[in-house]
């Protein structure tokens, strides 16, 4: 559990530096850029690594917290796959998904949390899982109360790009790496 925890301590810690500390961060990525990436990328796949393995050490010992609802992993499946889609649109030209959703990324990662908490009620499944959804909304409500303008939808082919892309990605997972990086196959 350690490792797990560590690991959601320096990932999502590295991902909220706009949160806590928004002029260091700033002055930071103005004073290098690259450098700020570079430190940044690598606390986060340093953060990702120790997630995965930490799950996966946890996991088949972990205690039951809750019963996920029977229909819950039906849920995850639908939630996971608008997540893809969501994440593949954060990233790309501003179409009406980016547009209209404004933080696609973020609404992504709080439907990918929630879709995993309905489907898994064990202790290291909560923990991941329950960490990113606080985490999301945390920092949503302080995306929001950036009061940054609203981004305009200048390409319409983005949201196609997105959705393929995002329905693309989550059969890659769905069928391959999750159980190959999660040891887990979503199909049971």
Known sequence: MTILILGLVVFLGVHSARILAGPFRDAQAAANPKR?????????GL?????IVGWIQFRPAAPPL??????????????????F?????ANGPVGRIKATVRHPMLLGVILWSTG???????QASTLLFGSFLVWAVIDLFAAVNRKEPAPVATKP???????????GLYLVFVFFLHRLLFGVSPLG
Do not use: E
Not at 116 to 122: C, F, I
């Open 36 to 44: 700020w990436k570079g430190l940044y990328s690598l606390a986060s």
């Open 47 to 51: 953060g990702f690594v120790l997630i």
């Open 66 to 83: 809750y019963d996920p609802p029977a229909w819950g992993r039906h849920a995850t499946m639908a939630l996971v796959w608008i997540a």
């Open 85 to 89: 889609v969501l994440l593949a649109g």
């Open 116 to 122: 995993h908490l309905l489907a898994n009620g064990d």
């Open 157 to 167: 082919i983005a949201d196609l790009i997105a959705l393929a892309a995002g329905t």
